[in-house]
């Protein structure tokens, strides 16, 4: 939320002030801010002396190639879905420093959902760091959903696994390709 996203930006300050850092630019960008754009290639084009922060909504979530960055702390990471997680992940460490990506989430485990804590498990597993591990993993988690339908997840791969679920579906989808089925010129949806 926006209003969040300002308030953690005093905390940011602050923390900063706190450990006797001085010189730092903290600036935000989120949908409400004008020229946003403007405000990021701003941060982009800083540098270790000018030391700028920038706090921002999930914006920064795609296509910032931002090479100078090498930190990123996500709030409420356990709202998130995998590919995002992995998406923010992917904001940092483009240039030639090491890259540190801290998710912030509640204290109490128990406030988690298993979802949740499986996903947070999954983008901290140094195993699953490529994309189509995380994306199989996803699938694990999130369950494949309907394969001629509108839904988007399901229950079937979590019951047997995404190994066996990809092997019966191209199974399936094999058999079905040897049958030979013609097109019909006049088709009627009933």
Not at 88 to 102: E, S, T, Y
């Amino acid at each position: 939320h926006i209003v969040e996203v300002e308030n953690a930006g005093r905390r940011v300050e602050q923390a900063l002030t706190r450990t006797g850092r001085s010189g730092f630019t903290v600036r935000y960008a989120h949908g409400s801010v004008p020229n946003a754009a403007c405000v990021i290639a701003d941060f982009a084009a800083g540098d270790n002396a000018t030391r700028p922060v920038l706090v921002a909504t999930t914006l920064v979530e795609n296509g910032l190639d931002l090479p100078k960055v090498n930190t990123i702390i996500v709030q409420d990471s356990h709202r998130f879905g995998l590919a995002s997680l992995h998406q923010l992940r992917g904001r940092v460490g483009r240039g030639d420093r090491k890259a540190v990506a801290c998710f912030l989430y509640p204290r109490r485990r128990d406030s988690l959902t298993p979802s949740a804590r499986a996903r947070l498990v999954a983008i901290a597993d140094h195993k699953r760091q490529a994309g189509p591990e995380l994306a199989k993993k996803d699938l694990e988690i999130r369950g494949a959903g309907a394969l001629l339908g509108t839904r988007q997840s399901g229950k079937v791969a979590r019951y047997i696994g995404a190994d066996l679920y990809a092997k019966l579906l191209m199974d399936e989808l094999t058999r079905l390709r040897a049958l030979d089925i013609k097109p019909a010129e006049d088709c009627v949806a009933t």
